[in-house]
């Protein structure tokens, strides 16, 4: 079974227009960490943002922003007034406290941002 | 400040040939990865490394072999080389086991197997 899914393969939007990428996860850890990368067309992958099992509360960098529901397993990402340098491939992925030595990836998200 | 260091970026080779991926990180992280990302998927894990002399399989070991003689360095090998091996290998290391912190990746080695 998946234990992350991302159902969006691919978005188009129009520059600054918003966008959200959904995360659905699967566990039954108590403890656990989601985590947002993204990989642009260069093929390398950056790390956005870390989030623990404890902390709901969402969190907001510059136009990047995270909601982490626990009720309903997701872990939403919402780029605001999004920009052409944003356009890459984004991949949600979950760490768990009892198989912690790997990730398990999303298949991403395609994201292409259109001036 | 290099980071997660892998080489070569990009390789063809034929099927039943042997290579070696290298990686090498400076930041004295224990915990060592390899992943391989297959087109439209997410990353999947090959065998990882939890300190210098201990390795240990991941999701999709066959047809791979991994050595961790030092901290800084962990190769992974391909000894007959098959066309479901093509795929991008990605290369990690972390400071502690990933459920506290996030990995550094390396920039990837793209391989093609003919």
């Known amino acids: 079974a998946q234990k992350v899914t991302q159902a969006q393969t691919e978005i188009s939007v129009v520059e600054k227009e918003d966008v959200t990428l959904d995360c659905v996860y699967e566990?039954?850890?108590?403890?656990?960490?989601l985590f947002w990368y993204k990989q642009p067309p260069s093929g390398e992958l950056v790390f956005l943002i870390r989030?623990?099992?404890?902390?709901?509360q969402n969190e907001i960098s510059g136009r990047y922003s995270w909601n982490f529901q626990k009720s309903t397993s997701s872990f939403n990402f919402t780029i605001t007034a999004s920009q052409v340098v944003d356009s890459a491939v984004y991949f949600c992925a979950l760490s768990e406290v009892t198989t912690g030595n790997q990730f398990y990836f999303g298949t991403g998200t395609s994201l292409t941002v259109i001036p | 400040n290099a980071g997660v260091t892998q080489t070569p970026k990009f390789r063809i080779l034929k099927i039943g040939q042997s290579m070696t991926l290298q990686c090498t990180q400076d930041?004295?992280?224990?915990?060592m990865y390899w992943y391989r990302q297959d087109p439209g998927m997410g990353l999947k894990l090959i065998y990882y490394?939890?300190?210098?002399?201990?390795?240990d399989k991941g999701e999709v070991p066959n047809g791979y072999n991994v050595s961790r003689s030092t901290t800084e360095d962990f190769p992974l090998r391909l000894e007959l080389a098959a066309p479901s091996q093509t795929s991008v290998y990605f290369c990690?290391?972390?400071?502690?086991?990933?459920?506290?912190?996030?990995?550094?990746f390396g920039s990837g080695t793209r391989l093609t197997v003919v």
């Open positions: 930041m004295n992280h224990n915990y």
């Open positions: 990690a290391s972390s400071y502690l086991a990933t459920g506290s912190y996030g990995y550094t």
């Open positions: 566990t039954r850890d108590t403890t656990y960490y």
């Open positions: 490394s939890v300190g210098a002399g201990i390795t």
């Open positions: 989030r623990n099992s404890f902390d709901e």
